[in-house]
């Protein structure tokens, strides 16, 4: 510790605030403390008693800055604003700050229709409901109402002054076409009460209308319409029963609960509305599992509030921190009306934080497995890896190269880059084969080694003249293990063009009806497991550069068949049709455009704008 850094400690007020924790000139984390001279004195005393993730931290530490608030709820706010401008490093960011989508309608509106929101605005005259978890739930709502309650979903203001010709949804009986007049403002308005009445949970009106319109087709036994009914009354059921009742209809609550490991954690939120569970979703906060529930819980909150919406009138929660009355009177000032943040010890809203924290347990277990997948797919494989061929380093950086071409027609190669096991798609390359004539991969595949190594060699040697960073580059970073798609001809020809380029690294090839692999000059192929890990990774790299070639080879043709069938017109040049696909970007729409669109492109004339209509009429 530096005397600056020390002489700052000593001279810290009894005040509370904000502390700015920096190295090297910048914000690694932001805190809030009652006093500030205890609290920031805290992290550089007592070392050993620190959890990993604040030694990490402390150990970085060069420089602090404090802001001295009035309150402790002034420097909650500040802490909240500091964390969203400078996102440090070492603070519990949430990475998913979506917003919950809501359904809306307008009261005011002739014949009202549910519309998608993102926020919730108190004073904009629109009613919500929700939110609901994620457009993908939405969406289900929608269709799901749309068999039931034929509302319109078209964006026309209604009246019209003339009607209108109805769409496809009211001839599959989804809307009764206001627009055109088929029903009342106040019929209309009747389905819309019945809808929004299923969406706060009541279901009995329409089940019970459904089994009469049931009993009395099989009355007059039209068994096939009863069999059809019965089903959409199991629909409606299903439906309804996908909530969970739990209190009363006026209820308004979040429940937000903890799981942790050694490493992150893992908060889970639950919203219920209208009495009944709305649905949740789980956030991971890394590198926090070792931090104080109820500061893990604060921080949470006060970013997952952050911009005052979807802030409900209560907030069940695990635990509470030492600022939670400031946590409330922050919640009540984002609402505009009173906020109660709770933690229950017993009864049935103990039961929900009970039901809360098993869904974050739940969700932090499949993380958990999530990783070990991972690890075995990345970390295990390159390891399984390294020991079969004997590599001298772990390959961290693999290139898997492949040749695609159409009986020796528009030869393309690609060149794609997994780091660290995975894809690193921005240092994927292609290149066009141009000294080899025919369906030759042998000799193709040795032109796109030399160049590839020689390009390097040369941006290498440059990069370092000028101290440019290597990775920056387009081939100046080497691979530490060079993967061939192809059998012991294919990687001989490829491992002498590398040779002859100058370099020396390691390189095999898999073979793909054995999936065998060959090292350069070995006759005996390695034979991986079946289920080995890193089979299962070249694979996958073998598999994306064969994926990355044909997409690009089948667009190379596209382009070619294009630029071919435009050069059948008369008048149809090099520049002509490179100014058309410009304009117009596909040979449909080229084919599809009228004399004057023509007439408007670059280098177009009466002539050249003829003989194309001329082409699409006898084309056809």
Known sequence: ?????????????????????????????????????????????????????????????????????????????????????????????????????????????????????????????????????????????????????????????????????????????????????????????????????????????????????????????????????????????????????????DVEQDVIALAADINDAVVQVMHIRGGRIEGGQAYTLENTGGDPPGEIIEGFITQHYEDGHAIPREILIETLGENSEELALWLKERRGTAVTLACPKRGPKAALVGICRKNAADALLKRQQSEQIRNAQTVLAMEELQAALHLPTMPERIEGYDISNTQGVLSVASMVVFHGGMPAKKQYRHFRIKTVEGANDFASMAEVIGRRFTHGLEEKKAREQAELPMEEGRFSLFPDVILIDGGPQQLAFAHRAMLDAGVDLPMFGLAKKFEEIYLPGEVTPIILGRRSNALHMVQRVRDEAHRFGITHHRALRGKAGIASELTQIEGIGEKRKIALLREFKSLPAILAASKEELLAVEGMNTKVAQAVLDYVKNRK
């Open 1 to 249: 510790m530096t005397d600056e850094l020390q002489s700052k400690i000593r001279t810290l007020p009894d005040s509370p605030g904000c502390y700015l924790m920096k190295s090297r000139g910048k914000i690694i984390y932001v805190g809030k403390a009652k006093n500030l001279k205890n609290r920031v004195r805290q992290y550089f005393h007592a070392f050993e008693n620190h959890t990993p993730k604040v030694r990490a931290m402390i150990t970085r530490v060069d420089d602090f800055e404090i802001i001295l608030c009035r309150t402790n709820f002034e420097a909650l706010t500040l802490e909240c604003n500091l964390i969203k401008r400078h996102r440090p490093f070492y603070n519990i960011l949430l990475k998913d700050d979506k917003q919950y989508p809501y359904l809306r309608y307008n009261p005011a509106e002739p014949f009202p229709r549910l519309t998608i929101a993102r926020t919730l605005d108190a004073h904009d005259g629109y009613k919500y409901l929700g939110p609901y978890i994620g457009a993908t739930a939405v969406r289900q709502v929608l269709n799901e109402l749309s068999r039931y309650f034929p509302l319109r979903r078209c964006a026309l203001k209604l009246p019209l002054g003339h009607p209108h010709r109805p769409c496809v949804y009211h001839s599959t009986g989804q809307c009764k076409a206001p627009c055109a007049g088929y029903i009342s403002e106040k019929e209309y308005k009747e389905i819309l009460r019945r809808a929004v009445d299923f969406l706060n949970g009541d279901a009995a009106e329409i089940l019970k209308e459904l089994t009469a319109q049931m009993n009395e087709s099989a009355a007059k036994m039209e068994y096939e319409q009863a069999a059809a009914l019965r089903d959409k009354i199991t629909d409606v059921q299903a439906i309804t029963e996908r909530q969970l009742a739990i209190q009363t209809r």
